[in-house]
Nanobody
Framework: QVQLVESGGGSAQAGGSLRLSCAAS????????MGWFRQAPGKEREFVSA????????YYADSVKGRFTISRDYAKKMVYLQMNSLKPEDTAVYYC?????????????????WGQGTQVTVSS
């Protein structure tokens, strides 16, 4: 079992920054990939970013590439999403997810565990 708890959401002005954090439980944190997804009101959940178990590879949606950075801290069992140059269209609930069994990290179906989500609101 893996439990995920997000934090760090809030409000920001366009052009500003926020950093989301995701705390993971369990002793095998380094064995599974982690991802961030988001869901805006009235829209489907979409992939934002992912990082492999060893942190060697990272993936980003085109809409956030160059603005967002994913990272992980193995000692703290944390995953972060640094969001810079925020835009109003980044407004959404952001979810942290863990992929234990493998799969395409850009799809939600690959993830086995999800956090409760944290709201990010960007005003123009």
């Amino acid at each position: 079992q893996v439990q995920l708890v997000e934090s760090g959401g809030g409000s920001a002005q366009a052009g500003g920054s926020l950093r989301l954090s995701c705390a993971a439980s369990g002793s095998t944190f380094g064995r599974y990939a982690m991802g961030w997804f988001r869901q805006a009101p009235g829209k489907e959940r979409e992939f934002v970013s992912a990082i492999t178990g060893l942190g060697i590879s990272t993936y980003y949606a085109d809409s956030v590439k160059g603005r967002f950075t994913i990272s992980r801290d193995y000692a703290k069992k944390m995953v972060y999403l640094q969001m810079n140059s925020l835009k109003p269209e980044d407004t959404a609930v952001y979810y942290c997810a863990a992929c234990v069994g493998g799969g395409a990290l850009t799809t939600g179906h690959a993830y086995d565990y999800w956090g409760q989500g944290t709201q990010v609101t960007v005003s123009s």
